[in-house]
């Protein structure tokens, strides 16, 4: 980890325009809303700038928010916008207000990154309320299955929350979370987790010390399903003895494989649709990494962002329950922001000559997870580098310099600044940390456009033909304990922790769990493979068990060959268990990092085999939730999602939920979307 500077320090040379004026000079020509104020809350406008560069260009647009009353705070970061005559115009800027009516402020910087020049404009736009008498007032919203629920101003020192229910339903309702009233503006509710073209009844709930107040009700109607849109199917083996306070699933990136993707997901334990999210590019790929507890999720979706060569996987989104952009990043100011850190390895991958020199790194896409439990409300993702080695690295034979695909870890502030970075490459050394010629355990490599690989840049002729997928991390735990880092390295079979420390931590690996790592099993079990492999959705729940998916690639020993892996997609199947059964495994884990030791709890056939993907959850009652994400059938790819109560003393468990469906990439089991798991 490097120490931060303060000033933007970008290698002009690793930048496709080079031609740079002494005094450049930039002008904003305009910004201006689709709609002219006022508008309602819950109206989009789309915000458009226009900006002339006397450099070369290319220019970028950043667009930043300040609510009445509230300073401006980043929607959409540094991207950069599209050559019009002499001029540059930004890619459009889509709000829509949620909040309170008032006065907004608009904000667009103009920025050309190798000349550090900028330029700025704000204007000022009105939003009225939805809601004008004593009334609320329930409104749609661009997700049919949504409501924006409006109630007049409740009093100061008090809090709302809303309560909704089917009109022709006898069952309890679902309660949003408690806002703090902020007179004299009015309150609004985000309403998820309905089903389609059905009535529901709503009313809110005033909370002043202990007493508490209902408001009166309205109704509303959902809409259908949208028609441009495929949806999954789910079909429910057993659902006898559920945790009945866990009435939803949340599936996420349903369907990964070939064909269309289909929406992200909520259903009841039948397997009926009570949410979805879609973004409103409908080719796009999407991955739902974390749902918040403040009615949005986390997701890493493609986009046009500085790299001309590929959209896939470039934007960071926070994404409210009726699809509307929070906060918005990209690859491109990610990366200008870890080279005025210091990095070496994020250089833009479009800007490196052909064939790639030894040595060089870029810095590809996000992938795999992305997580905003740190403290400060600061967040931490996933980016995929790649690297190049000299001949024979990892054991290559073709006689070329190899490209090592290697990780970062990058923890951004609540505004989505880089604030500390975790480069594997810097701790590739050996142990006690990584060791570079470790190759990863079943020789994954990747080439480019390969289905269960990140895009690939940096391979061409006078490279070794396959990049060597050396780790593959796919999950993030950020432990409040230690106020370190974990993370997973699905190639590696290790799970491992970084310290961090808060920012102020040195990066250095402090430990490596798994099979030939820093830890000891005690298999209690007396299991002939004790050790989890190739795992996913690795975390610590709230008692001090690590849990995981076990999805034993390893122990079930595909077949081996130069490019056998396809990064965990489906077509492997399972040729060889050796004396060790073919099935994916939920595992809890007690683990001592005095005595360096591990004992397991539960180790569960899951009774499938999942090549890739999958999660692990422990719930309130003591039950376990897994997921096998990708079982190969016959009919195509299928995921079961599976609640277990565990057997004591055997390592066991009960099926008391089994629903199947497709494909997916990790699902949680949760009361409602107001309710996330916190782990």
Known sequence: MKTPKTIWLVPLALLPWLAVPAQAAIKIRFLKPSQAAPQTIGTSIAWSARANDSAAGPLTFQFSVGPPHGPVAMVKDFNVGKPASGDWVSLPFVWTPTGIEGTYRIQVVAKDFATGESSSRTLNYKVDPLVTGATPVVVGTQNPLVALFSAPACPAHSSMRVHFQQTAYKFPGTDTFWMQCHPAATMTFEIAGMYPSTAYRMFSETKTGKHVMDGPVVTYTTGALPARASFPTFKVT????????????????????????YPDVATDLAGNIMWFYYPSDVASSNIITRPLADGTFLAIESGPAWNPLSEESQMLRQVDLAGHIVHETNTGVIQQELLALGAVDTDPCNTIPSPAP??????????????????????AVFAEIEKIFPPGTQGDTSGLPVDIMGDMIIVLDANWQVKWYFDTFEHAGGPPELDLQRPAVLGETCVSGQMGCPPIFLLSAGIAPYAHDWLHANALYYWPQTKDIIWSSRHQDWVVKVDYNDTKGTGKILWRMGPEGDFNMNNVFADPWPWFSHQHEVGIENNGVMTLLDNGNTRVSPPSGPNSSTGGLPGLGATDCGPFDCNSRGMALNFDETSMQVTPLAAVDLGQYSEAMGSAQLLDDGNYFFVAAIVVAAGGVDSYDLEVTPTPASGAGNQVLNMSGSEVYRDWLLPSLYEPPIT
């Open 358 to 379: 030894i040595g060089s790194a870029c810095l590809g896409a996000f992938h795999h997870d992305m997580i905003r439990s740190l403290p400060n409300g600061y967040s």
């Open 238 to 261: 057993s659902a006898a003895g559920a945790d009945p306070n866990d009435v939803m699933i949340l599936h996420g990136a349903t369907r990964l494989g070939v064909g269309e993707h």
